[in-house]
């Protein structure tokens, strides 16, 4: 029996299927077979009227440019927006886009969508159709140019280890000149007010920044052949550890507070807790924000001192760097 999900894609209309005038088009020109290739004719004449204008560059998502070569374009550079999914094939598919001829800016849904989770919660905003999660650290771990590396450090969309739809992530037998970039979006359907906006960009934004102009010592050279799993042993995941330490470190006594100084609503992480020997630890993604916790069901709040944990409690919650604003509450089970 047909359930509310059920979608009949034969009902699906295609970019200007429709279209009485696109439909007399391909009918009329020789050259012209159907829908596809009206696009890649839409895209070059788009590329005449952008060189035209004196614009020497034509962006645009690999969507529209699968069938197409940068040197088929009128400008004189040519880019794409690649958003494959690493987990996925993206790991192979980056690499092809230069050697077509495309400046290729790595802008992969599994680590630079911002409008995804940042952490699996279901009190958190965010869609997971690429990923359940994406915070901070997980940005800062990425490896944009050998993206195979990330099979190593990081997980799929279910939690598990990234293996390529079935194999290891290995790096492909490619020649490597370099991406132009890396890019992340954050796609607003979803967003209502600018605190929204703030909270799903800030603080991934700056460790987006820190990946984009800095390669640290943890990145590997894209060397073909290469597997990359998470006990292959050839990142170094403690100075990747370390690395993300000193990041972190960073943010909560310095970056933060200038995020706050600024007037932007940066989302304030969730604490984390755990027992120990009869004592309630509480810690922060990023050291130096103030915790509380409370003991009557919310109603009322007490500074966490780490010298002196408390025996146990209902919620617990951390403060902004300046103090005035409350990340989300959640419960000590």
């Not at 293996?163 to 490619?174: A, H, Q, W, Y």
């Not at 460790?207 to 984009?212: N, P, T, V």
């Not at 100075?239 to 200038?258: I, S, T, V």
């Amino acid at each position: 029996t047909p359930w509310k999900g059920d979608i009949d894609q034969s009902q699906f209309d295609f970019p200007w299927e429709q279209s009485p005038s696109c439909q007399a088009l391909i009918a009329s020109d020789p050259n012209l077979n159907n829908l596809n290739d009206l696009t890649e004719r839409f895209v070059v004449r788009l590329s005449e009227i952008v060189n035209n204008a004196g614009i020497p560059a034509l962006y645009a998502y690999q969507d529209i440019l699968r069938t197409l070569n940068g040197n088929q374009l009128a400008t004189q550079r040519a880019g794409v927006g690649f958003w494959e999914m690493v987990w996925d094939q993206g790991y192979r598919n980056a690499y092809d886009w230069p050697d077509r001829g495309f400046e290729t800016v790595i802008a992969v849904p599994d680590f630079l969508y911002f409008d995804f989770p940042q952490e699996i919660d279901p009190k958190e905003r965010g869609y997971y159709w690429a990923t359940r999660f994406t915070d901070t650290q997980k940005v800062f771990s990425f490896a944009p140019e050998n993206l195979a590396q990330n099979g190593t450090t990081s997980v799929n969309r279910e939690g598990g280890s990234i293996d390529g739809s079935g194999n290891p992530l290995t790096t492909p037998d490619v020649n490597y000149t370099g991406f132009a970039g890396m890019q992340g979006q954050l796609w607003s359907e979803t967003i209502r007010t600018s605190e929204q906006f703030d909270s799903m960009t800030f603080p991934r934004l700056l460790a987006l920044a820190e990946r984009a102009w800095f390669r640290a010592p943890w990145e590997q050279d894209v060397t073909p052949g290469t597997t990359y799993t998470p006990t292959s042993g050839n990142v170094d995941t403690g100075a990747l550890a370390a690395d993300w330490n000193r990041f972190a470190n960073a943010l909560g006594q310095k970056e933060l507070a200038k995020l706050d100084a600024a007037g932007v609503q940066y989302r304030i992480p969730t604490v984390g807790a755990k027992g120990i020997g009869g004592e309630l630890i509480l810690n922060t993604p990023y050291p130096g924000l103030a915790i509380e916790y409370s003991i009557d069901g919310g109603a009322s709040y007490i500074p966490y001192d780490a010298q002196n944990p408390p025996a146990g409690a209902d919620f617990v919650r951390a403060r902004s760097a300046n103090g005035a604003r409350v990340g989300r509450a959640t419960p000590v089970d």
